[in-house]
């Protein structure tokens, strides 16, 4: 058996990712959902989402940051207290697809994926 030893300070960034959504298989994507305060949606898919607890129901993702900020789900997510949480499926991969992209603070995601955002539950 061979073994491959990483020093992941000495890594990029961009490298490490790689490396750790390449380990833990198969990794479900988490498509988080978040209400910005005048009303309008944010969408994004991580690829860090897991279960934490099931008494209570506990689920978390881990949101990582753009260079200069936190990504517009973690910060929607603080201010509001909550997000929804979809699982992708194949039918709708296309449309996840289009909601990792690069977009500003004010876009609407579920919009721009053709996606309709409907109210989350407990």
């Given at each position: 058996m061979s073994k491959r030893y990483f020093d992941l300070a000495q890594t990029e960034r961009r490298d490490n990712y790689k490396l750790l959504s390449g380990l833990v298989v198969p990794r479900p994507i988490g498509w988080i959902?978040?209400?910005?305060?005048?009303?309008?949606?944010?969408?994004?898919?991580?690829?860090?989402?897991?279960?934490?607890?099931?008494?209570?129901p506990v689920v978390l993702f881990s949101a990582g940051m753009h260079p200069d900020r936190p990504k517009d789900s973690l910060t929607l997510a603080e201010q509001s207290g909550e997000f929804t949480v979809n699982i992708v499926s194949e039918e709708v991969v296309e449309a996840m697809s289009v909601t990792s992209g690069s977009f500003t603070a004010v876009d609407d995601e579920f919009a721009i994926a053709g996606l309709t955002a409907v109210q989350g539950s407990l």
């Open positions: 959902g978040t209400r910005r305060e005048d009303g309008s949606y944010n969408l994004a898919p991580f690829s860090f989402f897991n279960v934490v607890s099931s008494n209570p």
